[in-house]
Nanobody, 126 residues
């Protein structure tokens, strides 16, 4: 599976932005998909995950209620809608694919994801 993220940009605090990830390959619909982010000088951290059919989602506490992950298997795509953005949301956002099923606690570990896309930069600043 090859992943390509897009849609990053500059947005003001309190604003909204949506990033997308397009996957290649015919097995996209069999994977749990996740979003991670990495701020300058910090480790990559989990943001959100969605099950293969979109029926289950899991979020990091820091984005719960503000971000929404979704997917469209017909388009081999996963999305992250980000609302009420804060300066601390500034990071490079990466999509990733996992064979682990979405449960009560993830998958949220980097080691649980098999394929990674290049990131797209989201900058929240006035």
């Amino acid at each position: 599976v090859q992943l390509q993220a897009s849609g990053g940009g500059l947005v003001q605090p309190g604003g909204s932005l949506s990033v997308s990830c397009k996957a290649s390959g015919r097995t996209f619909s069999s994977y749990t998909m996740g979003w991670f982010r990495q701020a300058p000088g910090k480790e990559r951290e989990f943001v959100a995950a969605i099950s293969w059919n979109g029926g289950r989602t899991y979020y990091a506490d820091s984005v719960k209620g503000r971000f929404t992950i979704s997917r469209d298997n017909a388009k081999n795509s996963v999305y992250l809608q980000m609302n009420s953005l804060k300066p601390e949301d500034t990071a490079v956002y990466h999509c990733a694919a996992s064979r682990v099923l979405v449960g009560r606690e993830g998958p949220k570990g980097l080691y649980e994801y098999d394929y990674w896309g290049q990131g797209t930069l989201v900058t929240v600043s006035s």
